[in-house]
């Protein structure tokens, strides 16, 4: 996405595309890279060693008050639940059969996704739903969101956090039109006195169930 009048108000002094750019060649997207290694026996003993329950349980409400936020229309409320150097991509994972699978069939960043944002870009897709033109979600779908299997453990680095969750999202447009969708989230989530809940999400990676997703569009927020 292009931007001929760059602000550089932007996080970081770039404008929207220099900031992909860097946070693609900084930030490490490998979610499963960042979860730690555990003994071979007594594993959750181990999980439950590695993460304070106060915290699991602040991070746990942190999400529920997200999708809330969501089910409630406020978009302008719930784009502060992400971090400044934001990553939101849903990448594509490959459909073969066994002999021709490779090893990870979840496409890496970079490569095909359905959508690929930072913060700047995000935001001017929730600004357009502000406006109450966009056409596609007026009048807005009514929509809920709902997590569950919610794992917490540590990550890479000091106050911050490898978040998976599955989710169930359902959306209902008019007076005859409906879908749903279900997939898992993988967040990475920092703490962050300064933010309203006390957490930010740092990068949100999204793999859709669906080998080939039929709704009409994707213009839900995961």
């Given at each position: 996405?292009?931007?001929?009048?760059?602000?550089?108000?932007?996080?970081?002094?770039?404008?929207?595309?220099?900031?992909?750019?860097?946070m693609t060649t900084v930030r490490h997207t490998e979610l499963d890279d960042a979860l730690p290694e555990l003994p071979a026996t007594n594993r959750v003993q181990?999980?439950?060693?590695?993460?304070?329950?106060?915290?699991?349980?602040?991070?746990?409400?942190?999400?529920?008050?997200?999708?809330?936020?969501?089910?409630?229309?406020?978009?302008?409320?719930?784009?502060?639940?992400?971090?400044?150097?934001?990553?939101?991509?849903?990448?594509?994972?490959?459909?073969?059969?066994?002999?021709?699978?490779?090893?990870?069939?979840?496409?890496?960043?970079?490569?095909?996704?359905?959508?690929?944002?930072?913060?700047?870009?995000?935001?001017?897709?929730?600004?357009?739903?502000?406006?109450?033109?966009?056409?596609?979600?007026?009048?807005?779908?009514?929509?809920?969101?709902?997590?569950?299997?919610?794992?917490?453990?540590?990550?890479?680095?000091?106050?911050?956090?490898?978040?998976?969750?599955?989710?169930?999202?359902?959306?209902?447009?008019?007076?005859?039109?409906?879908?749903?969708?279900?997939?898992?989230?993988?967040?990475?989530?920092?703490?962050?006195?300064?933010?309203?809940?006390?957490?930010?999400?740092?990068e949100r990676r999204i793999l859709f169930d669906m080998a080939m997703i039929l709704n009409k569009n994707l213009s839900l927020f995961y």
């Amino acid at each position: 996405m292009s931007n001929n009048n760059p602000d550089k108000s932007q996080p970081n002094g770039m404008d929207a595309e220099e900031l992909k750019v860097h946070m693609t060649t900084v930030r490490h997207t490998e979610l499963d890279d960042a979860l730690p290694e555990l003994p071979a026996t007594n594993r959750v003993q181990a999980l439950l060693d590695a993460v304070d329950p106060e915290l699991q349980r602040g991070i746990e409400r942190f999400l529920y008050e997200e999708v809330q936020v969501l089910d409630d229309l406020e978009w302008g409320d719930w784009i502060d639940f992400f971090a400044d150097d934001l990553i939101y991509w849903a990448p594509v994972q490959e459909e073969r059969y066994a002999r021709e699978r490779r090893e990870n069939r979840i496409k890496k960043f970079g490569t095909s996704v359905y959508f690929e944002e930072n913060k700047v870009q995000l935001k001017q897709r929730v600004d357009r739903l502000l406006t109450n033109m966009a056409w596609g979600e007026e009048p807005p779908s009514r929509a809920r969101h709902v997590i569950s299997n919610i794992r917490v453990t540590k990550g890479t680095r000091d106050g911050e956090y490898v978040v998976k969750s599955n989710f169930y999202d359902y959306r209902s447009n008019g007076q005859r039109y409906h879908d749903s969708i279900t997939g898992e989230r993988t967040d990475i989530i920092v703490k962050d006195e300064n933010s309203t809940w006390g957490f930010l999400i740092r990068e949100r990676r999204i793999l859709f169930d669906m080998a080939m997703i039929l709704n009409k569009n994707l213009s839900l927020f995961y």
